[in-house]
């Protein structure tokens, strides 16, 4: 016992991030394994609850089968809870539990806490964790009470609040898992998609599980005063309303008359871009077949899946911000600037340097992958790298694919959507418990470009 207490003090953050994760998903791919969790009664193949578990835990949203007609009740409460903890972080749940105990919980175990969701500095990180959680509590609780004048009509008092809680959660930790399959197997969101009540709730679940927890906090503590948020915080903010904005106007200019056209009035097909441009970021709810929609669309949601949330949020992808600081580099170069800026601050070389790494690193995943499993299964390119795309973003849109690929594929996308889950840094940096070298080697210039 206390040679296992010794290895654990010498794991890093991201070991003990991975380690974690990776007992979550054997633990519960294993209770799902169970015939008590499937509606047939009988055990399903470990391969695939491994794939639905993970997909759970990292809030993609991809499946196997319809989570509905496969999964029993308990089945289903299993997942519940897996999404939950994949959402807000089993990290985050430690340490609120730690905090309410007589254990002093030290500096390595607050640096973890930093890391786990995405703070600046370290300081008050139990404090920000208790925000987190209950802030969590009240925005899935009040999606619930929402979500419930939908539900209950339909399915009753029992079925309609489990409904309603159900999707709130996944919601907000941006999973798009969902149990539509009721209404008709597969469907996601496509049976009620011109539903305002349903959709604008889901919408705003999704917003704000996206935008991530520190920004969370500047709206609260700061309200409309936009300038004293952090940098970090208008970032997030301000490219969550452009890719809004421009994808809500791409749907209008190439799917109204095309994939939207039997949608039926202005509102509902406003509606279901503003459905399918917010999920595509973050989750996975449908509100249409995917394979309807035009290439450029495809390839626009491939684009909005592949940045993703926000640092600190429940969803995954390369993030807001990364995605801001690669596009800030460039008009830092066009405007011959020596370093990157923006609103009246300068951005480290250090993050700038982690984003280049992050973006290029899921560049190569996501292109060695597509071609493995396109070679592998005889797929089309384009719905393999949506496919690929979807799970390496933890979003879960897919184009239909998903259920036939072979073992070797399925295995693959299980691994993407862990890494992408991980994050690509973190990723890496859990093979190695090297510290920084500050050894700097003779410099030598290179042309570029």
């Not at 007992?23 to 009988?42: D, H, Q």
């Not at 097909?269 to 973050?282: A, E, H, N, P, Q």
């Not at 897919?398 to 694919?401: F, K, P, V, Y």
């Given at each position: 016992m206390e040679k296992m207490k010794e290895l654990f003090k010498k794991l890093s953050f991201t070991q003990i991030l991975m380690l974690g994760y990776s007992?979550?998903?054997?633990?519960?791919?294993?209770?799902?394994?169970?015939?008590?969790?499937?509606?047939?009664?009988?055990p399903t193949a470990y391969g695939h609850c491994i794939f639905t578990a993970t997909s759970a835990l990292s809030g993609t949203g991809l499946v196997m089968f319809d989570t509905y007609s496969h999964w029993s009740f308990f089945g289903q409460i299993v997942l519940l809870i897996v999404i939950q903890i994949g959402g807000i972080g089993f990290m985050s749940m430690t340490i609120f539990a730690l905090s309410f105990t007589s254990r002093k919980i030290g500096l390595k175990q607050r640096v973890t806490m930093r890391e786990s969701i995405s703070a600046i500095s370290g300081g008050g990180v139990v404090k920000i964790t208790r925000f987190i959680l209950k802030g969590t509590i009240i925005i899935e609780l009040l999606g619930t009470v929402a979500l419930c004048f939908f539900y209950v009509p339909r399915l009753g008092v029992g079925m309609g609040i489990f409904f309603a809680l159900f999707h709130s959660v996944s919601a907000f930790c941006t999973a798009g898992v969902d149990l539509m399959g009721y209404f008709e197997p597969g469907s996601s969101l496509a049976t009620a998609a011109s539903d305002p009540l349903l959709n604008i709730t889901l919408i705003i679940l999704l917003t704000i599980g996206g935008i991530g927890f520190i920004t969370w906090e500047d709206v609260v503590v700061h309200k409309w005063h936009f300038k004293k948020y952090r940098l970090q915080s208008k970032i997030v903010i301000v490219i969550t309303i452009i890719f809004y904005i421009f994808g809500v106007a791409e749907m209008a200019a190439l799917e109204w008359n095309n994939s939207l056209s039997g949608a039926g009035s202005g509102g509902?097909?406003?509606?279901?871009?503003?459905?399918?441009?917010?999920?595509?970021?973050?989750a996975g709810f449908a509100p249409m077949d995917m394979n309807i929609l035009r290439p450029a669309t495809l390839l626009m949601l491939i684009v909005f899946m592949f940045v993703g949330g926000s640092p600190g949020s429940t969803a995954c992808g390369i993030k807001t911000t990364t995605f801001a600081v690669m596009v800030l580099t460039i008009v830092s170069v066009f405007r011959k600037r020596r370093s990157v800026e923006c609103f009246g601050r300068r951005i480290d070389d250090g993050a700038v340097r982690n984003a280049s790494c992050v973006t290029t690193l899921y560049l190569m995943v996501v292109i060695s992958s597509a071609l493995v499993i396109s070679a592998a299964d005889g797929l089309d390119?384009?719905?393999?790298?949506?496919?690929?795309?979807?799970?390496?973003?933890s979003c879960g849109l897919?184009?239909?694919?998903t259920a036939g690929l072979s073992p070797l594929s399925e295995t693959l996308i299980t691994l993407i959507m862990f890494f992408g889950r991980i994050g690509g840094i973190s990723f890496i940096v859990s093979f190695s418990n090297r510290t920084a070298s500050k050894i700097q080697l003779p410099e030598e210039k290179i042309m570029i470009g």
């Open positions: 007992l979550v998903i054997l633990v519960s791919a294993a209770v799902l394994m169970l015939p008590v969790s499937s509606r047939t009664g009988e509902d097909k406003l509606l279901i871009s503003s459905m399918l441009v917010t999920s595509g970021r973050d390119l384009l719905p393999v790298v949506f496919e690929v795309v979807s799970a390496i973003s897919s184009m239909g694919i």
